[in-house]
């Protein structure tokens, strides 16, 4: 195998899986064992005909990527979070945690970079949507995106982050580096997973810490997962104004609980009448997305978080998807509309010369 660069040597491991990993419509390739392999097209899953011939040839992929970046994959080390040499993020669980045979699940890295335009043009918001978050995003409102797994959070992330104006300096912190930024003063930082002796790991709230001293204009946090909700809370209320970040929650109000719930994981005991005021403070929007039955992804909400009332969070609808039925063809059919109240900002983005239209925001009628 001499000669042959990282990438080919790669494919040649997944070769069983080569055809999807070049396919353009393919997002997902799932491999449950040697013999059962799903992709995800256009945000449906397929049971594919492809296999490995073994499971040891599959274990060998799997631990052959993870040498490609430094790190073990065995029984010492059962599961594995990596990237391929194209930027595909790569997580892999080892038997006897897995039952069937060694887990594979492969996000595939998107080439080509996703803008408001094609969220458009994919349905997953409209026109006037897009003007609403880009006039956010100017503002310097503090942003969650929040949704299920493979609700789109890290795509729309990517389309929040690229109305920022090129003149401001961000920090971009990521488990795997999945955001594509093109702003010219974007810095980018990755966390590191333990050496073998344990020794070497970086977190989340370690870069947290650092580019809090490195005179940021804006944070984005590709995912906040534990006690880093924390430190980045108290980052939004101290003057990083217009940072952004997503969390896996199941509405609005729910993406406040379980930052609640993270920042709580930081090992810091603060009582929650003083940590709920932080969070309802700290964040001014949330952006929920969903996939839908028919494997549409789409921005179902777009909520303004208000003060808290008797302690308890509260969030009001500006604008989002709403439902109004299911085709013969299982298509879910809506629109998108206005929530009925116009936000508390409305005024403010006026005064400095931004387009919001207080009719975006009126509810649809029937």
Not at 141 to 147: A, E, L, T
Not at 176 to 189: K, M, S
Not at 190 to 199: C, Q
Request: net charge neutral.
């Amino acid at each position: 195998m001499a000669g042959m660069d990282d990438k080919s040597f790669l494919v040649l491991f997944f070769e069983p899986v080569r055809a999807f990993l070049e396919e353009e419509a393919v997002s997902e390739i799932l491999i449950n064992g040697p013999n059962r392999i799903y992709v995800e097209r256009r945000g449906k899953l397929e049971l594919t005909d492809a296999k490995f011939v073994s499971e040891p040839a599959l274990r060998a992929a799997a631990t052959n990527v993870a040498k490609s970046v430094g790190r073990q994959f065995n029984e010492d080390n059962p599961r594995l979070d990596a990237r391929l040499p194209d930027g595909s993020r790569v997580h892999a669980v080892l038997p006897p945690l897995t039952r069937g045979g060694t887990v594979i699940a492969i996000r595939k890295f998107q080439k080509e970079k996703l803008t408001a335009a094609r969220l458009i043009e994919f349905g997953s918001v409209d026109e006037t949507g897009a003007r609403i978050i880009d006039t956010l995003v100017k503002l310097h409102r503090n942003i969650i995106v929040s949704g299920a797994t493979s609700s789109g959070k890290t795509s729309v992330l990517n389309v929040l982050s690229g109305f920022i104006p090129e003149r401001e300096r961000i920090l971009v912190l990521e488990d795997a580096n999945e955001l594509q930024l093109q702003q010219p003063h974007t810095v980018y930082f990755e966390t590191r997973k333990p050496d073998p002796n344990g020794k070497g790991e970086v977190t989340i709230r370690d870069l947290l810490h650092s580019t809090l001293r490195l005179r940021p204009d804006r944070l984005v946090v590709g995912e906040i997962r534990g006690g880093e909700a924390l430190d980045l809370l108290q980052a939004l209320n101290t003057g990083h104004a217009g940072s952004m970040s997503t969390i896996h929650a199941n509405s609005p109000r729910d993406c406040l609980m379980r930052l609640e719930t993270c920042a709580l994981l930081s090992g810091i005991d603060i009582p929650l009448a003083a940590l709920r005021p932080q969070v309802a403070s700290a964040v001014h929007v949330v952006v929920h997305t969903a996939r839908l039955e028919d494997g549409a992804r789409k921005i179902m909400q777009i909520a303004e978080v208000l003060e808290l009332q008797d302690g308890q969070y509260r969030t009001r609808d500006l604008y989002g998807f709403r439902r109004t039925g299911l085709a013969a063809d299982g298509k879910v059919l809506g629109r998108f509309a206005g929530g009925g109240t116009p936000p508390s900002f409305l005024a403010e983005a006026q005064l400095v010369g931004l387009p919001l239209d207080p009719a975006w925001f009126a509810a649809a009628a029937g």
